[in-house]
């Protein structure tokens, strides 16, 4: 018995050490500004920017990640973490503005706001007039990505290729409810936006016809399926694009005829933020020109900067007027709807 | 006499094979992490050449920091809460009669028979119905109510195995019930006590599922880290960091082995 | 009243902490999911929520997950046992050192882990590098269930080795010479030997294996592509994405019965009634 003890206490000598070194090494000193909690999407900001930040600022900043709109919406409704300033897309902005979750943002501490992209304004206003909310970070479209020596891009123009049967197993698909309701509405003709239990359950069924031919359900990852060449054709947004291009040259994107989604991502304060003009300043710094042009580099997204704005005129990221003309955002559609289509993409994800 | 040992060659080869088997199907997936740490780029579909960049950038990386700091720190400080708790609630409960005992270490029992998934859900709720934000306390108070029971489970059966006569004896010599515990008492659990904490330890840092429940803006551990990036795409950080995890493991238990098996031979 | 009575009540109080611990971290908790999964939004008792396990997605998940979770269990016994069994009889020297290389995997964080078969299993994975360089057929099978099951067993298997591997190696020598001596042949002493007194070690690595798998969400989530949805998934998704807590925690407690229910079972074949730890 006396070895495992002598044994144990080694262990515990080491572990102990480890954990008091890499415990006060982790430790950060607070920001004499206090500090901010940032609640964002996985990968979405350069994350230089973040000591940066702290370093222009004085404050100091905690940052926490999550995959879609509807995993940040029941932390922010239940309160279950306190965050200062989030990121969210439209119709999640939207949905917050109701139920009053966030604050008015006070541009006097926003005075970057100037730089903001007339192109993106007409979107925001459709889910956040005024901009009183939130100010945009990343905007762009959804649209298919493939790979052309796998797949002949001829064959491509259309939500519908994603239903043929000859690009089995090799799908990449949102794991996203609204963005999925989206491509079903397109192919039958439906808005993004609509209530009807009718259609819901009628797109319902064609998406579980494609079922079969989808190789996985992903989001962020989607693109290093595609650069690894583990599947043809994936369903992604704008953003992404540059970058695959970048690792694999194969790759080329194209906005269905039927139209598509465009998006807007923002940044927004909430209602109960502990530090909102800290939640503000975050906004702000966004918006300077360095950061807009290291996120734009570390994300390929397009960024809604005048400032920058020669840096990210390829195609992929400004669609030309007549290919926007046929695009709609996703709008809150109320709790009712929300449930009825958790509902029946439930009825999807489990079959 | 031939033919038998020809059977008993066959078996031994037929065993080293399995044993061969299986350890190729336990350790193919992290030599290949390890071998990918060093690749240069960031596909793992081709090899570009070694590299260290990945370990850079794990060590530079604030967020894999702070995750290692956190576990590491919620760990310790769960498992020495709950040991000490654990040690006292033996003390108290052999003070008790039979069945308020019994009761109790039935009760003990819930958090180790419970799926995990039941225990994270309950506690977080909990928290909300009470209005208390998640944050670093939750994690740590959650890490602590499912390590005690395996401090008690460690514990309770070098208290049945002490001689009571020793601590009363030493009583009546004169000592006071604080010398006499740890002089007496404390030597002869203190096996328990360490593998309790040790069980407790190894326990927290392996938690996903309740930390990913109970934890609150920004608190990450190491677990719920790799979780979200395996959503977002799996960056070779990670392979850098699963090979330095893997080494630090090997090395603390080879070690331990090592002093073990001396202590043994000199015995 | 006595020295030592007095004595023996202030040590009663020595466990309050824990008594603590008990009621706020487990006692109430437990309280409080029973008191969403028996209520609906608005707080009025309703068994909805228990009964919509019945509805036909939540039945598939939990069917699938019982599936799973035994077709684990199995392989994993399979093969733990002939483990088992070369290692009680591997040369005492090495021992030691070959039972640990077989635990070791058990202290790597196991979403490391599971992330490696992500790696290795798909479509372009290693494996497949591989297999197209020798000109063999690929592997197929991330995103399916067949590779949530290969995660299952590759988490878990060191669990449900340890146990079988210490009951082994606790039976008495002689009692398996005697059986050879009395005629026994070794299909025989396996049968009526070494199995019969492995039980207890069967039994918990039973448990230890088939309720984490029956539970997991993680798993699933890294190796079935969002397109394996098990009960844990359901339940997961219920508080994180959909937040009805009310319809998770009511699955919850249809889960938690199922896990009696199974152990309950295990427990019958357990001759001994106690599962020794670890």
Redesign the interface.
Known sequence: ????????????A???T???V??C????KAGENGQI?V?CF??YID?EL??EFEEATGYDV???????N??L??VI???????DVICASDYMISKLVGEGLLAEIDYSNVPNSAYISENVKPFMEEFDPGMKHSVPHTWGTYGIMYNKEMVNSADIDSWEDLWDEKYA?QIVMP?SMREMYMIAGKVLGYSMNTTSEKEVKEMTDLLLKQ?PL????????A???M?????ALAVVNSGEVLYSQE?NENMEYVIPKEGTEVWTDCWAVTANAANKAGGEAWINFMLEEDSAEDNFEYLTYAIPNTRIADLTDEEVLNPPKEVLAKCETLKNLGAEADDMY?KYW??Y??? | MMKKSGRARAAAVGKGLYLALILIFLYLPIFTLMVLSFNEGKTMSRWTGFSLRWYEEMFASRTIMDALGNTLTIAFWAATIATIVGLLACIGMNAMKDRSRLVLMGINNIPLLNADIVTGISIMMTFIVCGISLNYGTVLFSHITFCIPYVILSVMPKFKQLESHTYEAALDLGASPLYAFFKVVMPDIMPGVMSGFLLSFTMSVDDFVITHFTRGAGINTLSTLIYSQVKVGIRPTLYALSTVIFVLVLVILIVVNILSNRKEGEK | MTKTSMNSNLKRLFSGPFLAFILCGTLVPLGVIAFYGFTDRSGAFTIENIMAIATRNHAQALGLSLGLALISTVICLLLAFPLGLILKDSKLGKKGFMVFVFILPMWMNFLLRTMAWQVLLERNGIINIVLKSLGLPLLDIINTPAAVVLGMVYDYLPFMVLPIYNALIKIDKNLIEAAYDLGADKLLVLRKVLIPLSVPGIVSGITMVFVPSLTTFAISTMLGGGKVNLIGNIIEQEFTVGSNWNLGAGLSIVMMVFIIISMALIEKFDREGEASMI
């Open positions: 018995m006396k070895n495992l003890r002598k044994g144990l206490t080694l262990a515990l080491v572990i102990l480890l954990g008091l890499t415990g090494g982790g430790g950060s909690y609640y996985g990968d994350p973040e000591y905690v940052i926490d990640y999550f995959d879609t509807e995993e919406y029941p409704k239940n309160n279950t973490a306190k965050y197993d794991d079922k989808v190789y996985k359900l992903a989001n962020d990852s693109r290093d399926l650069i690894g060449e583990s599947a690792l958790s439930k009825e994800k489990s079959k």
